[in-house]
């Protein structure tokens, strides 16, 4: 399929809805500008301290085992460096633009975009403890949530004018970057020292591709559910 308006016209303005960073909604501004207070936060505190918020906020799949699934919740604000936090913050103002309008508009709109997002991240995690259901380790970001973000992003198309869609998975683009971003993340697990990683530590790369598949699946049915006029008008 391709980035065609879905019925024919001789209008010369049928392309798809790229929103401008700078012409983003509120909310694309709002989260990652709390992501990065929440962390400026965590970092003005001692070491001793920081590390007693990791390790009871912090995602553990052990504690996670114990029935402490508020953790689910807690450590997608919690994130292990600057450039961590700063990487999120990006990413997420780069791809809530679109789900944030696709959602609607006011209070209503902002809560079904929050629980969209909210959602990614725990089923993220969830998916992430799974798979390494003995760990100790912490896990720390919103990098679950925001790959959910990215990959609901994938499939909204909108046509001024038109009705918006949900692009369907066999889309030449969704495949695109479904591979790319599931190709790098399972590079990323076998590379020893990223980004400053320390010894011990690492790239939730599995939670990253959770948050995305499930992202990409979830965003029709989630419109579908709280703001079923995007599909009437846009």
Same mark, same amino acid.
């Given at each position: 399929?391709?980035?065609?308006?879905?019925?024919?016209?001789?209008?010369? *303005?049928?392309?798809?809805?790229?929103?401008?960073?700078?012409?983003?909604? +509120?909310?694309?501004?709002?989260?990652?500008?709390?992501?990065?207070?929440?962390?400026?936060?965590?970092?003005?505190?001692?070491?001793?301290?920081?590390?007693?918020?990791?390790? =009871?906020?912090?995602?553990?799949?052990?504690?996670?085992?114990?029935? *402490?699934?508020?953790?689910?919740?807690?450590?997608?604000?919690?994130?292990?460096?600057?450039?961590?936090?700063?990487?999120?913050?990006?990413?997420?103002?780069?791809?809530?633009?679109?789900?944030?309008?696709?959602?609607?508009?006011?209070?209503?709109?902002?809560?079904?975009?929050?629980?969209?997002?909210?959602?990614?991240?725990?089923?993220?995690?969830?998916?992430?403890?799974?798979?390494?259901?003995?760990?100790?380790?912490?896990?720390?970001?919103? =990098?679950?949530?925001?790959?959910?973000?990215?990959?609901?992003?994938?499939?909204?198309?909108?046509?001024?004018?038109?009705?918006?869609?949900?692009?369907?998975?066999?889309?030449?683009?969704?495949?695109?970057?479904?591979?790319?971003?599931?190709?790098?993340?399972?590079?990323?697990?076998?590379?020893?020292?990223?980004?400053?990683?320390?010894?011990?530590?690492?790239?939730?790369?599995?939670?990253?591709?959770?948050?995305?598949?499930?992202?990409?699946? +979830?965003?029709?049915?989630?419109?579908?559910?709280?703001?079923?006029?995007?599909?009437?008008? =846009?």
């Amino acid at each position: 399929m391709t980035d065609e308006p879905p019925f024919r016209s001789d209008r010369q *303005d049928e392309t798809p809805g790229r929103e401008p960073v700078f012409n983003a909604p +509120l909310l694309s501004f709002l989260l990652p500008a709390l992501l990065i207070a929440i962390y400026a936060f965590q970092a003005s505190l001692s070491p001793y301290i920081q590390d007693q918020l990791v390790e =009871s906020f912090g995602l553990k799949p052990v504690l996670l085992r114990q029935g *402490d699934v508020e953790l689910l919740v807690t450590h997608l604000f919690l994130h292990g460096s600057w450039m961590h936090v700063l990487a999120n913050s990006a990413f997420c103002l780069a791809f809530s633009a679109p789900v944030v309008r696709a959602c609607g508009r006011g209070p209503v709109g902002a809560l079904a975009f929050l629980g969209f997002y909210l959602l990614c991240g725990i089923v993220a995690g969830l998916g992430d403890s799974l798979l390494n259901w003995t760990s100790s380790v912490p896990i720390l970001g919103a =990098s679950g949530a925001v790959s959910g973000l990215m990959g609901a992003a994938m499939r909204i198309r909108v046509w001024p004018g038109y009705p918006g869609m949900i692009a369907p998975l066999r889309d030449s683009r969704v495949i695109g970057m479904t591979v790319f971003w599931c190709g790098v993340n399972v590079a990323a697990a076998f590379v020893p020292m990223v980004m400053g990683v320390a010894q011990g530590q690492g790239i939730a790369w599995q939670a990253h591709i959770v948050g995305y598949l499930f992202g990409l699946l +979830l965003i029709g049915p989630w419109l579908r559910l709280v703001n079923p006029r995007f599909f009437t008008t =846009s």
